[in-house]
């Protein structure tokens, strides 16, 4: 046996201040403590604020054996004190994806063991929403390695092209005695994406396509490697609007010279090739430029709703990129991510109001590298700015761990947000004056009902000079027309008194030209209707200039235009109401 998940029905009680320390105890009478789950007993802790709350356990490992053994405790138990056989083991943090304890010793002593883990009552006005793990993961496992332990594993991919590409590992050994231990690295692709796991047992496994192997002398306690390993013609990984998305398995084995017949301790992580650039405010995929359509991630707040579920309506909406201001979510999330080819946008976590901010700060910017580096979908990350500006200054050090913990993305500062109004004049020429100058990502909030028309406009601005936007508040489908991979945009202007212009371009995102097109459109304005058509091609990945339709402002104010394109590659129809002034 080499793991046990320690989900299902948990103990739950009260610790009052005469008994603290005895639930810990594993004589402690609990009989008439209730039982739940340890998601539920979190949702519960607010019934009695003023008392901490403890979770017991029971579990028997039948036969300790050889190895070392060990507590893991997924982020979902949020801040608590975990104690196994009345040992006190240590601290949790939400803060980090899990939290790892050795308990070899008290667990090789007897077969019976429990752990107990007492959560602190909360402060006032806190929430007390747990924040479950997926389904089917337990919030705390048991399990088993050899003598040397894969402690840490950080896998970035620096370099990629069609010819090669270099991942550069970085890994933290955890070694009970000075040994000498081969180290085998291997990226094998991933099992058939969309299929049950019976169609997938019909497949051969999986064959590595690329296999490294070395020997280190090791010490006792922790040793640190960085080794490259290099693939030839790799598949590279695309946003959805510019390829496939092939993952891979990155796995590294550790064995010791005390049993070279199976590994002491193996991690693997779920990555892809890619190269991520962003120069003077534009963003470029394996040398592709990629211009930015975001949401937040507020359309991921939704209970019961599968993260694959979210990120199909996301694509579905013509969405590439989600910002995530926050806080690390869960590795499901990035994982579906991956899966679907959306980037994220991911804000660097900082514990500004902590008595000891730099370093505490410091080390979650390792652990939030270290935890999303291997994700392909993680584009770039976000330096929080604005109000937290006196404090970010103050952590300078921060910039630098990022910067030198992940080579293979850039930082940039959280982009200005604007709110633009009903009006679609109001505060939008400011904005176009200032985005000429030095503003090439946007986040705008935009009255409802309007966010269209701004997106509109934002995106006849792609690359001259915007290099994106990051629409707040809004849900995929309020953006299903706006976002569109083609889209036509309008702008009225007054020629004179009596008469205007309407002229029409069209913004295309993708990856090649449309040619052979037909574009037809019809302008309605009461009884009158008139006609025009362009031929010609439309530049891929850019906003082209299709022609100009004059209106009379005479007799009214309203237009109405439908306008079709016909190629052999590509067709689509679109409907707007115009106000002329």
């Known amino acids: 046996m080499n793991q046990i998940d320690l989900d299902g029905l948990w103990r739950v009680g009260r610790a009052n201040k005469t008994q603290r320390l005895a639930p810990s105890d594993p004589l402690f009478e609990d009989d008439d403590w209730g039982e739940l789950s340890l998601a539920a007993a979190l949702s519960r802790r607010g019934a009695e604020p003023h008392e901490p709350m403890v979770a017991r356990r029971s579990f028997a490992w039948p036969e300790s054996g050889d190895g070392r053994f060990f507590l893991a405790c997924d982020r979902s138990i949020g801040t608590a004190d975990v104690w196994f056989d009345g040992r006190y083991c240590g601290e949790t943090d939400p803060s980090f994806p899990s939290q790892v304890f050795e308990v070899s010793n008290a667990l090789k002593q007897s077969a019976q063991h429990l752990v107990a883990i007492e959560f602190p009552a909360p402060a006032p006005g806190a929430s007390t929403s747990a924040d479950a793990p997926a389904h089917g993961l337990a919030p705390v496992t048991i399990f088993r390695t050899g003598t040397v332990r894969v402690a840490r594993l950080k896998a970035l991919c620096t370099e990629a092209s069609p010819e090669v590409a270099v991942f550069t590992v970085y890994a933290e050994l955890d070694a009970e005695r000075p040994c000498r231990v081969d180290v085998r690295t291997s990226l094998a692709p991933e099992s058939v994406p969309g299929t049950s796991p019976h169609e997938q047992a ?43 998305q092939p993952l891979f398995a990155f796995r590294v084995e550790v064995t010791d010279d005390s049993s070279r017949s199976r590994p002491s301790d193996a991690r693997t992580l779920h990555t892809g090739i890619r190269h991520i650039a962003y120069n003077n405010g534009l963003l470029s995929v394996n040398g592709e430029r990629l211009f930015i359509k975001a949401l937040d991630t507020k359309v991921f707040d939704k209970p019961d709703d599968p993260y694959a579920r979210s990120f199909n309506a996301v694509k579905g909406s013509g969405v590439n990129v989600i910002y995530e201001a926050n806080e690390i979510r869960r590795p499901e999330f990035y994982e579906a991510a991956d899966q679907a080819g959306v980037l994220v946008l991911q804000s660097v976590p900082a514990a500004l109001e902590s008595r000891d901010a730099n370093i505490r700060s410091s080390r979650i910017a390792r652990q939030s590298v270290e935890a999303l580096g291997h994700h392909p979908s993680v584009a770039l990350w976000v330096r929080q700015s604005s109000a937290d500006e006196r404090w970010w200054s103050r952590l300078a050090s921060v910039r630098r761990v990022i910067r030198d913990a992940d080579p293979s993305r850039p930082l940039i500062t959280a982009p200005e947000e604007w709110a633009f109004g009903a009006n679609t004049d ?8 200032k985005c000429s100058r030095r503003t090439r990502l946007v986040a705008f ?6 966010e269209h028309v701004y997106i509109d406009r934002l995106r006849q601005l792609k690359y001259r000079p915007l290099g994106g936007f990051i629409a707040s508040s809004t849900t995929p489908e309020d953006l299903l027309e706006s976002c569109a991979p083609v889209r036509f945009v309008f702008a009225a202007e007054s020629a004179d008194a009596s008469n205007a212009a309407i002229t029409v371009h069209l913004v295309s995102d993708l990856p090649r ?40 402002t005479v007799a009214w104010k309203e237009v109405s235009i439908e306008v079709t394109l016909d190629s052999e590659e590509f067709s689509t129809h679109q409907t707007v109401d115009l106000v002329l002034e």
């Open 202 to 244: 019909l497949h051969d496994p999986p064959v590595p396509t690329t296999e490294h192997v070395f020997t280190r002398s090791v010490s006792a306690g922790a040793n640190r490697l960085r080794w490259n390993v290099v693939i030839e013609q790799p598949d590279l990984w695309w946003p959805f609007q510019l390829g496939e």
């Open 426 to 433: 109001s505060g939008f020429a400011a904005f176009v004056a």
């Open 445 to 450: 909030r935009a009255s409802p009902g309007s």
């Open 513 to 552: 030209a449309i040619t052979g097109g037909l574009i037809r459109a019809v302008a309605i304005q009461g009884d009158e209707k008139s006609e025009w058509s362009w031929e010609g091609e439309a530049v891929a990945d850019s906003v082209t200039l299709i022609g100009t339709m004059p209106v009379t």
